[in-house]
């Protein structure tokens, strides 16, 4: 079992922290699928955190994003808060595999529930220097973010 809160030692915990926190204070992402021709497409969608700390997302039915969900469950959703210079603050990329969410009783109508079991991340810190520019990323062979 993966997810946000379930995270154990690594070499770059204040990273790991900080990118659950992110995800923690954000609702609102970008999830990147990859179309039928191939090229990656961004959606915007909004997300609660399950239990485990995994992004759980209402996809409208019919949409692009729930087609190229139909024919590859591997995602990226990207989240930044927005409430600050997007320069000037940090992002994390979770990467994963998503499957419906385990109810759908809240499911908004025309839309299922679909919950992004999150394997890996991308931490970007603080984009306005370029020290802290490279991207840090931890996937679960490392630890469980």
């Known amino acids: 079992m993966h ?4 995270l154990s030692t690594c070499h770059q915990l204040p990273f790991l922290q900080t990118a659950r926190t992110v995800a923690d204070l954000c609702t609102e992402g970008s999830l990147c699928t990859v179309s039928a021709d191939g090229f990656p497409i961004g959606a915007p969608v909004s997300y609660r955190l399950d239990q485990d700390g995994n992004p759980v997302m209402a996809i409208v039915s019919g949409s692009p994003e729930a087609a190229n969900l139909e024919r590859s469950n591997r995602v990226s959703l990207l989240v930044q808060p927005i409430t600050q210079p997007a320069r000037g603050v ?10 419906a969410a385990d109810t759908q009783d809240d499911a908004p109508d025309g839309t299922q529930l679909v919950k ?3 394997d890996s991340c991308v931490y970007y810190g603080g984009l306005d220097h370029v020290s802290a520019a490279a991207a840090i990323g931890c996937n679960k062979s490392d630890q469980q973010y």
């Open 3 to 6: 997810g946000l809160h379930q």
């Open 116 to 118: 992004l079991t999150v």
């Open 90 to 99: 940090a992002a994390v990329a979770l990467q994963g595999s998503t499957a």
